[in-house]
């Protein structure tokens, strides 16, 4: 006999008014195979709609109103692709115009002139006239009349679904069906002491009124019950994992500080290390001593030192008798790290490569045999490295920069090339918001960098409109007069490429005319390998005055002379990557400067991006705008790392309570490593779902 599906397991056409037509559209548009998906498909928002509006009192200010009236006319206007419909919607104090340009054919059957109607959206003026356009329209009767009453929750749909009478009313109809069963078969996840330590509400009761809400108050609580809930178990997953790695997984101890760290640091230092770069020395010092694997993130502004810190940790392990490797996403990146170790380390008795894809083929065999036996103490590269050909003798410790660009199972094969795993120390110069630390590195632990070395003046940033171009001319000239040097970036967008190369093609023939008398080069990702490595050299001598570019100059280009950058079209750049361009001047004791120019027409957030950007040099300060600016999803191309799948936290806003879920996390580990104590036997059953759904969250390094 064949075993009955689980309810939440049962496919969606036999949910009451789906049917197959549309579940196979809300399988498509929105995953909803189950009633499982639609009952953790959760509102984006919800509305008032105890309200209704007269008429005559409609206003164009006005966010969402709900009127109550009947249909006068309705006429369907132009040919096939051009139609529209319109609606004259009228009460006791007026008539208002109802507008559809798709959905027509549905929605034209739906609706009869002389029937009364309740109508809900965004009112607007066109020549004198209010309008809504695309409203939400059920028809006037006890069943939608209850329907409406109180907070409605809002849910995302699209225009294909909303063609097939799926529109967000349509979605809480479904869930008015689905939502009192299914929340029956719902069972606790959290044991009863976190619940009444938190004072959660029953995940039934949170689940039902997260969907058909009773008032304001049961929708705070069920939201915050739900949050948690998803937060806690994401936080106790990531948490557990690096405990049971930090248990199983036995690391290299490097208990000496010899004659490599000694006499660099007392003898070959350029610098005197700031306090935040002492702290974290220190910090992983004591990491690669406990005997099991380092796996720490190394946070760091642009130009806060943080190669000069990981080349001390290196340092270390060749003093305990390990070779280390230095592993970059770029070419140009991977260059610039060997050249800044091989000036560090010009007058010290330590051997250091570099392998990236330009590498000869004869250069690299050589290569590979000194790192076979023990001979290359220090290897750069790009993801060359970790081609099975690449053996080393004994690879100790595993630098990775600007680690979120790749892949999982890429990152992993490094820490295979060594029978015990080498320390991991992770590098980034984006800075990442607090929140998306924990989520996305909960499982490391983390260094921050959070001074500058001392003699750096803050760069200025100035936001200028284009029609100032020739204002900003003169002063790039002047500083190129004082000796200095200038880059001018141009957005190269994959989508606009073809339009894109031809700006920056257009904008470096008028630089070179508005600079008689200067050198004047260009870069851009089309350009050879070897070609751009001249350019870069030439530039680097002092040999070119002005530099225009693509973003290829966004990280691993230092050129401390450079004191000026001029970034075109400011308004189509992302934050993070704003911040990125700026830290490629201020790199000296010269003052530097950043000049974002945008056309005048700019739009909200390119405004508020370009605010941030002249407000504030902190780069924690932007990634923490930039999170609520964008979401969490593209601010490290974090998409590779499948932990962002979040139902109904926001990271953007729910860091609060993310805080208080590890908290509570660390507290149950701390008291049950193995999570074998009868109170926690639920947590535990629930780890191993979400396990088998998610897979391994904890793989980051």
């Given at each position: 006999?064949?075993?009955?599906?689980?309810?939440l397991d049962?496919?969606?056409?036999?949910?009451?008014?789906?049917?197959?037509?549309?579940s196979?559209?809300?399988?498509?548009?929105?995953?909803i195979?189950?009633?499982r998906?639609?009952?953790y498909?959760f509102?984006f928002r919800?509305?008032?709609?105890?309200?209704?509006?007269?008429?005559?009192?409609?206003?164009?200010?006005m966010?969402?109103?709900?009127?109550?009236?009947?249909?006068?006319?309705?006429?369907?206007i132009?040919?096939?692709?051009?139609?529209?419909?319109?609606?004259?919607?009228?009460d006791?104090?007026g008539r208002?115009?109802?507008?559809w340009f798709?959905?027509?054919?549905?929605?034209?059957k739906?609706?009869?002139p002389g029937?009364e109607?309740?109508?809900?959206?965004?009112p607007?003026?066109?020549?004198?006239r209010?309008?809504i356009?695309?409203?939400s329209?059920e028809e006037?009767?006890?069943e939608n009349?209850?329907l409406i009453?109180g907070l409605?929750?809002v849910?995302n749909?699209?225009?294909?679904?909303?063609?097939?009478?799926?529109?967000s009313?349509g979605?809480?109809?479904?869930?008015?069906?689905l939502?009192p069963?299914?929340?029956e078969?719902l069972?606790?996840?959290?044991?009863?002491?976190v619940i009444e330590?938190m004072?959660?509400m029953s995940?039934r009761?949170?689940m039902r009124?997260?969907h058909l809400?009773l008032?304001?108050?049961?929708?705070?609580?069920?939201?915050?019950?739900?949050k948690?809930?998803?937060?806690?178990?994401?936080q106790l997953?990531?948490l557990?994992?690096k405990?049971?790695?930090e248990t199983t997984?036995?690391?290299?101890n490097?208990s000496k500080?010899?004659r490599?760290f000694?006499e660099f640091?007392?003898t070959?230092?350029p610098?005197?290390?700031?306090?935040?770069q002492?702290?974290?020395?220190?910090?992983i010092?004591?990491?690669?001593g406990r005997?099991?694997?380092m796996?720490?993130?190394?946070?760091?502004?642009?130009?806060?030192?943080?190669?000069?810190?990981?080349?001390?940790?290196?340092?270390?392990?060749?003093?305990?008798?390990?070779?280390?490797c230095?592993?970059?996403p770029?070419e140009?990146?991977?260059?610039q790290?060997?050249a800044t170790?091989?000036e560090?380390?010009?007058?010290?008795?330590?051997?250091?490569?570099l392998?990236?894809?330009?590498?000869?083929k004869?250069?690299?065999?050589?290569?590979?045999?000194?790192?076979?036996?023990?001979?290359?103490?220090?290897?750069?590269g790009?993801?060359?490295?970790?081609?099975d050909k690449?053996?080393?003798?004994?690879?100790?410790?595993?630098?990775i920069?600007?680690?979120?660009?790749f892949?999982?199972?890429?990152?992993?094969?490094?820490w295979q090339k060594?029978?015990m795993?080498p320390?991991?120390?992770v590098?980034?110069?984006?800075?990442?918001p607090?929140t998306?630390a924990m989520t996305?590195?909960g499982?490391?632990?983390?260094s921050?960098?959070d001074q500058?070395?001392p003699?750096?003046?803050?760069i200025?940033?100035?936001?200028?409109?284009?029609?100032?171009?020739?204002?900003v001319y003169?002063f790039?000239?002047?500083?190129?007069?004082?000796?200095?040097?200038?880059?001018i970036?141009y957005?190269?967008?994959?989508?606009?490429?073809?339009?894109?190369?031809?700006?920056?093609?257009?904008g470096?023939?008028e630089?070179?005319k508005?600079?008689?008398?200067?050198?004047?080069?260009?870069m851009h990702?089309?350009?050879?390998?070897?070609e751009?490595?001249?350019v870069?050299q030439a530039f680097?001598?002092?040999?070119?005055h002005i530099?225009?570019a693509?973003?290829?100059i966004?990280?691993?280009?230092n050129v401390?002379?450079?004191?000026?950058?001029?970034i075109?079209?400011?308004?189509r750049?992302?934050?993070s990557?704003?911040?990125?361009l700026?830290?490629?001047v201020?790199?000296?004791?010269?003052?530097?400067?950043?000049i974002?120019?945008?056309?005048?027409?700019?739009?909200a957030?390119a405004?508020?991006?370009?605010e941030i950007?002249v407000r504030?040099?902190d780069?924690?300060e932007?990634?923490?705008?930039?999170l609520?600016?964008?979401?969490?999803?593209d601010?490290t191309?974090t998409q590779?790392?499948?932990?962002?799948?979040l139902?109904?936290?926001?990271?953007?806003k729910?860091?609060?309570?993310?805080?208080?879920?590890?908290?509570i996390a660390t507290?149950?580990l701390?008291?049950?490593k193995?999570?074998?104590?009868?109170k926690?036997?639920?947590l535990a059953e629930?780890?191993?779902k979400?396990?088998?759904e998610k897979?391994?969250?904890s793989?980051?390094s």
């Amino acid at each position: 006999m064949e075993k009955p599906v689980p309810f939440l397991d049962t496919p969606i056409t036999y949910l009451k008014g789906v049917g197959p037509q549309r579940s196979e559209l809300l399988k498509k548009e929105l995953n909803i195979h189950t009633f499982r998906d639609l009952l953790y498909f959760f509102p984006f928002r919800y509305v008032d709609r105890t309200r209704f509006y007269k008429i005559k009192e409609v206003n164009a200010d006005m966010p969402y109103i709900q009127l109550c009236g009947k249909i006068v006319t309705l006429e369907i206007i132009g040919q096939k692709r051009k139609q529209r419909m319109v609606v004259d919607l009228e009460d006791d104090t007026g008539r208002i115009e109802l507008i559809w340009f798709q959905g027509i054919k549905w929605m034209s059957k739906k609706l009869r002139p002389g029937t009364e109607y309740i109508v809900f959206g965004k009112p607007s003026i066109f020549n004198g006239r209010y309008s809504i356009s695309h409203p939400s329209v059920e028809e006037k009767n006890d069943e939608n009349m209850q329907l409406i009453k109180g907070l409605q929750p809002v849910y995302n749909t699209t225009e294909l679904l909303k063609v097939a009478g799926v529109d967000s009313t349509g979605l809480l109809k479904m869930q008015r069906a689905l939502v009192p069963k299914a929340v029956e078969q719902l069972s606790e996840t959290l044991p009863s002491y976190v619940i009444e330590k938190m004072r959660l509400m029953s995940r039934r009761e949170a689940m039902r009124n997260i969907h058909l809400p009773l008032n304001g108050d049961t929708l705070q609580k069920a939201s915050y019950r739900l949050k948690f809930e998803e937060l806690f178990f994401l936080q106790l997953s990531l948490l557990r994992n690096k405990i049971g790695r930090e248990t199983t997984v036995k690391g290299l101890n490097f208990s000496k500080v010899d004659r490599y760290f000694n006499e660099f640091y007392t003898t070959y230092l350029p610098f005197p290390l700031t306090d935040a770069q002492k702290r974290v020395v220190k910090e992983i010092r004591q990491d690669m001593g406990r005997g099991i694997q380092m796996n720490r993130l190394l946070q760091g502004d642009v130009g806060s030192g943080k190669t000069l810190v990981a080349l001390l940790c290196m340092l270390i392990a060749l003093d305990n008798g390990y070779q280390c490797c230095l592993m970059a996403p770029t070419e140009i990146l991977a260059i610039q790290h060997f050249a800044t170790l091989k000036e560090f380390l010009k007058d010290m008795p330590v051997t250091v490569s570099l392998i990236t894809g330009s590498t000869k083929k004869a250069e690299r065999k050589v290569t590979h045999e000194l790192l076979e036996q023990g001979q290359m103490q220090i290897i750069v590269g790009t993801h060359a490295l970790i081609e099975d050909k690449v053996k080393f003798k004994n690879l100790g410790l595993v630098v990775i920069d600007e680690q979120h660009r790749f892949g999982v199972a890429q990152r992993a094969k490094l820490w295979q090339k060594n029978e015990m795993p080498p320390h991991v120390l992770v590098m980034t110069a984006t800075p990442i918001p607090r929140t998306l630390a924990m989520t996305l590195y909960g499982d490391l632990d983390v260094s921050v960098i959070d001074q500058m070395p001392p003699g750096r003046k803050p760069i200025q940033t100035n936001h200028r409109y284009d029609t100032k171009r020739s204002e900003v001319y003169a002063f790039i000239k002047k500083e190129i007069d004082s000796g200095r040097q200038a880059y001018i970036i141009y957005p190269l967008i994959e989508e606009s490429a073809k339009m894109d190369f031809e700006n920056l093609m257009n904008g470096f023939e008028e630089i070179r005319k508005a600079f008689p008398g200067h050198v004047v080069a260009m870069m851009h990702g089309k350009i050879k390998f070897a070609e751009r490595e001249k350019v870069m050299q030439a530039f680097a001598k002092g040999e070119i005055h002005i530099l225009v570019a693509t973003t290829v100059i966004e990280v691993g280009v230092n050129v401390p002379n450079a004191s000026i950058i001029l970034i075109e079209s400011t308004q189509r750049f992302g934050l993070s990557q704003l911040h990125q361009l700026r830290g490629r001047v201020g790199r000296s004791s010269y003052q530097s400067y950043c000049i974002l120019m945008t056309p005048y027409e700019l739009g909200a957030d390119a405004r508020a991006r370009v605010e941030i950007m002249v407000r504030t040099n902190d780069g924690f300060e932007i990634s923490e705008e930039d999170l609520r600016l964008r979401g969490p999803g593209d601010i490290t191309g974090t998409q590779q790392s499948g932990i962002l799948d979040l139902k109904i936290a926001e990271l953007a806003k729910d860091g609060q309570i993310l805080q208080q879920a590890r908290i509570i996390a660390t507290e149950i580990l701390d008291e049950d490593k193995g999570m074998v104590m009868e109170k926690n036997r639920l947590l535990a059953e629930e780890l191993k779902k979400l396990d088998k759904e998610k897979g391994d969250w904890s793989r980051i390094s």
